[in-house]
T-cell receptor
Framework: KAGVTQTPRYLIKTRGQQVTLSCSPI?????VSWYQQTPGQGLQFLFE???????NKGNFPGRFSGRQFSNSRSEMNVSTLELGDSALYLC?????????????FGEGSRLTVL | QKEVEQNSGPLSVPEGAIASLNCTYS??????FFWYRQYSGKSPELIMF????GDKEDGRFTAQLNKASQYVSLLIRDSQPSDSATYLC???????????FGGGTRVLVKP
């Protein structure tokens, strides 16, 4: 079974630009979560989508947004990029039925903002 | 107080010894507890989860949960250099809720 796939793996942007990251979950997983990981703050929850609906949201400004499509693929968007947005963005999927809630992570998209 | 707390380390362990990692959490309503391993430059991978008080063993790994004291621990027996990584504790409050991670403990296993 293929794992969680994230694209692009690496990208460089400049301040003020916007970026879109994509995530394809494990087949059969309908929940997709996004996390931001930085050396100083660790793994911080951004949001979770299930059945095309945002189910949970972390404490990030409105510049961070996401969506989920009917095939469970998800995208997140960051507008008006700031230097502090440089991070590894991780997508994770999980089954809900019969699951303890464990997440399976993709390899991440490493964003550098110059 | 952080929701999930871990000692950042590094925890230095000689090869073959037992590595003991601890994690405390603040929400008494937490139900499921997870340990993830993250190698440098890689994404977290699930080692094991536990949701009942007591011990749960999987190979060289043992997770221990004490809900009354609000802590969960991970023991790595016969530590190997390949176990050198950051270990992340994560807590799920309820079904459908978000998984909250601790800051991670860096483990160094020295040959």
């Amino acid at each position: 079974k293929a794992g969680v796939t994230q694209t692009p793996r690496y990208l460089i942007k400049t301040r003020g630009q916007q970026v879109t990251l994509s995530c394809s979950p494990i087949s059969g997983h309908r929940s997709v979560s996004w996390y931001q990981q930085t050396p100083g703050q660790g793994l911080q929850f951004l949001f979770e989508y299930f059945s095309e609906t945002q189910r949970n949201k972390g404490n990030f400004p409105g510049r961070f947004s996401g969506r989920q499509f009917s095939n469970s693929r998800s995208e997140m968007n960051v507008s008006t990029l700031e230097l502090g947005d440089s991070a590894l963005y991780l997508c994770a999927s999980k089954q809900l039925a019969g699951s303890a809630g464990e997440l399976f992570f993709g390899e991440g998209s490493r964003l550098t903002v110059l | 107080q952080k929701e999930v707390e871990q000692n950042s380390g590094p925890l230095s362990v000689p090869e073959g010894a037992i590595a003991s990692l601890n994690c405390t959490y603040s929400d008494r309503g937490s139900q499921s507890f997870f340990w993830y391993r993250q190698y440098s430059g890689k994404s977290p991978e699930l080692i094991m989860f536990i949701y009942s008080n007591g011990d749960k063993e999987d190979g060289r790994f043992t997770a221990q949960l004490n809900k009354a004291s609000q802590y969960v621990s991970l023991l790595i027996r016969d530590s190997q250099p390949s176990d050198s990584a950051t270990y992340l504790c994560a807590v799920l409050r309820a079904a459908g809720n978000k998984l909250t991670f601790g800051g991670g403990t860096r483990v160094l296993v020295k040959p």
